[in-house]
T-cell receptor, first 112, second 114 residues
Framework: DQQVKQNSPSLSVQEGRISILNCDYTNSMFDYFLWYKKYPAEGPTFLISISSIKDKNEDGRFTVFLNKSAKHLSLHIVPSQPGDSAVYFC???????????FGKGTTLSVSS | EAQVTQNPRYLITVTGKKLTVTCSQNMNHEYMSWYRQDPGLGLRQIYY???????DKGDVPEGYKVSRKEKRNFPLILESPSPNQTSLYFC?????????????FGSGTRLTVV
């Protein structure tokens, strides 16, 4: 059963607008959440993370929001740029810290 | 430069011919892991290691072996590859510091088993 779900396989946004990528999880024991960005022919690159004890974390144009009661997190990119076009993976790690569990990814396309 | 290095980047092999994909990191990370990426399935963990001589199974370990004899190296071994192991493989490493979970991934190994 999939513990981390990204229900939107793709998202298209215009340059300068906000991109919102969503992620849902089922395991309430997850301790930490991360977002990774992946370009073709490259490995995933760490983007931003959030601890389960927080509800928001910002890093430049990227903000991650966590709603524990809804078991939902989202990544906001403002403003979106064409270079942001990539596959974005949501991931979670449990308290044992033995595995990074990934969603299936959302392909973001930012058009100029 | 801090990095995870995988070799080879591309490999085509035949069913049953043993192969090893190497992974090396230069960040002195305790934790290392192997993932495979398949269309529509995302990234799934194969094996992981919390430190030297400590390895354990992930979600999809069947058909794979690993070893961790040195901290920096974590090779993935396919004793008898089969076509269903055709995939894109990523090695990753991370410190065990719970405030820093920025896993570093290698560039990937695309394996085709015919």
């Amino acid at each position: 059963d999939q513990q981390v779900k990204q229900n939107s396989p793709s998202l298209s946004v215009q340059e300068g607008r906000i991109s919102i990528l969503n992620c849902d999880y089922t395991n309430s024991m997850f301790d930490y959440f991360l977002w990774y960005k992946k370009y073709p022919a490259e490995g995933p690159t760490f983007l931003i993370s959030i601890s389960s004890i927080k509800d928001k974390n910002e890093d430049g144009r990227f903000t991650v929001f966590l709603n524990k009661s809804a078991k939902h997190l989202s990544l906001h990119i403002v403003p979106s740029q064409p270079g942001d076009s990539a596959v974005y993976f949501c991931a979670a790690i449990d308290q044992a810290g033995t595995a990074l569990i990934f969603g299936k990814g959302t392909t973001l396309s930012v058009s100029s | 430069e801090a990095q995870v290095t995988q070799n080879p980047r591309y490999l085509i092999t035949v069913t049953g011919k043993k192969l090893t994909v190497t992974c090396s990191q230069n960040m002195n990370h305790e934790y290392m892991s192997w993932y495979r990426q398949d269309p529509g399935l995302g990234l799934r963990q194969i094996y992981y290691s919390m430190n030297v001589e400590v390895t354990d199974k992930g979600d999809v370990p069947e058909g794979y072996k690993v070893s961790r004899k040195e901290k920096r190296n974590f090779p993935l071994i396919l004793e008898s590859p089969s076509p269903n192991q055709t995939s894109l493989y990523f090695c990753a490493s991370s410190p065990l510091d719970r405030t820093n979970y920025g896993y570093t991934f290698g560039s990937g190994t695309r394996l085709t088993v015919v």
